[in-house]
């Protein structure tokens, strides 16, 4: 729950952040893991790939085999077991049913489908709005990878089958000896709407070679009472936010109260709001969000008349696979006449 400043009151909205990390078993990395939650005011922790002897000291609920942890670091919010499985673990936080999943890079392609497949019979078990986030091993044009290998067409399938929508931007989460990759996903339910989800990459600031992600889940009504002006940003940014509304009250003539709260709404956001620490990869655009999204639904229209066929079955699949070679082309295109204008840039 975050309290936020409206004039003469305070409106209370209901906000949920996760933080995810993989760790890759290091004790450093896990070690440095906990100081996170408490600067970014995080709710949930997930950590996949943990320290098995550092997450054997805490109150961690995990899969069956220990590929993932999970574990409520606020107490803000009632967090309850439900199910787990190799690599999979379901709990409730309030409204809503939280998968965490990972899965091994060494595995083959029917383990795969296997492993999707158990997620699968662990969200039909459930009717309430999910989230499922972790390290999934795989490139999918639906997070903003620049292709999709077998294992992301079969995510595509899955996320379809479940009426999911992945929310990253292309934004890599993974980074080796130069080599960045989008491998850590959230998806989210579709009931969701598009605003009341808000990922974000951090920086690589716990000694992994991938980045921790941070999602902020806006969820409930606005409910505003009568109370005392209530603050959330700390001492310095509230020093911040005081100065720069004072300089631009100070070009005002004539000021009315629709006016003071619009300066010092606008203001709050401009301060508390973080800038990414990675940027999205340079090729990225509008024009192919609005693609993904068109492929997207091409592959929901072919996966819901699978199994009737017929005539409608055949268009339907007509239209995806123009939606995935537009895309293809489009993305292509774009990285060919940026990267020359970058060559023209260095020369």
Request: glycine share 6%; aromatic share 6%.
């Amino acid at each position: 729950m975050t309290i936020g400043l409206v004039l003469g009151r305070v409106v209370i909205i209901n906000i949920t952040k996760l933080l995810v990390a993989n760790v890759n078993r290091s004790t450093l990395s896990h070690d440095l893991l906990h100081e996170l939650p408490l600067e970014r005011d995080v709710d949930l922790l997930v950590i996949t790939e943990p320290n098995r002897y550092e997450s054997a000291k805490s109150a961690w609920i995990a899969d069956t085999v220990g590929d993932v942890v999970i574990r409520n670091v606020s107490n803000r919010m009632a967090l309850s077991f439900k199910e787990r499985a190799e690599g999979v673990i379901a709990t409730e936080l309030d409204s809503m049913i939280i998968v965490a999943a990972y899965v091994s890079p060494n595995i083959s392609i029917i383990d795969y489908e296997r492993f999707l497949d158990s997620i699968y019979r662990i969200l039909s078990r459930q009717n309430k709005k999910f989230v499922l986030l972790g390290d999934f091993k795989c490139k999918t044009l639906y997070a903003g990878s620049s292709h999709s290998n077998r294992r992301g067409e079969l995510m595509e399938e899955f996320m379809d089958s479940i009426d999911g929508h992945c929310i990253n931007d292309g934004t890599p989460t993974y980074e080796a000896r130069g080599h960045y990759s989008i491998l850590d996903l959230v998806i989210i339910d579709n009931i969701w709407l598009r605003d009341q989800c808000e990922l974000k990459v951090l920086g690589n600031d716990i000694a992994s070679d991938h980045f921790s992600l941070q999602l902020v889940i806006r969820d409930g009504t606005y409910t505003a009472v009568e109370r005392p002006i209530v603050i959330r940003p700390t001492a310095r940014q509230v020093d911040k936010i005081v100065d720069k509304v004072s300089q631009r009250l100070s070009t005002i003539i004539e000021l009315t109260p629709d006016t003071l709260t619009s300066i010092i709404q606008q203001e709050m956001d401009r301060e508390i709001r973080a800038t990414r620490s990675r940027r999205q990869v340079y090729w990225w655009s509008n024009e192919i969000a609005c693609f993904r999204n068109t492929l997207q639904q091409a592959r929901r229209k072919k996966q819901r008349l699978r199994i009737r066929g017929g005539s409608e079955y055949d268009t339907a699949v007509k239209w995806y696979i123009e939606a995935r070679r537009q895309l293809n082309r489009y993305q292509e295109s774009l990285k060919g006449s940026l990267g020359q204008t970058l060559r023209g840039v260095g020369q």
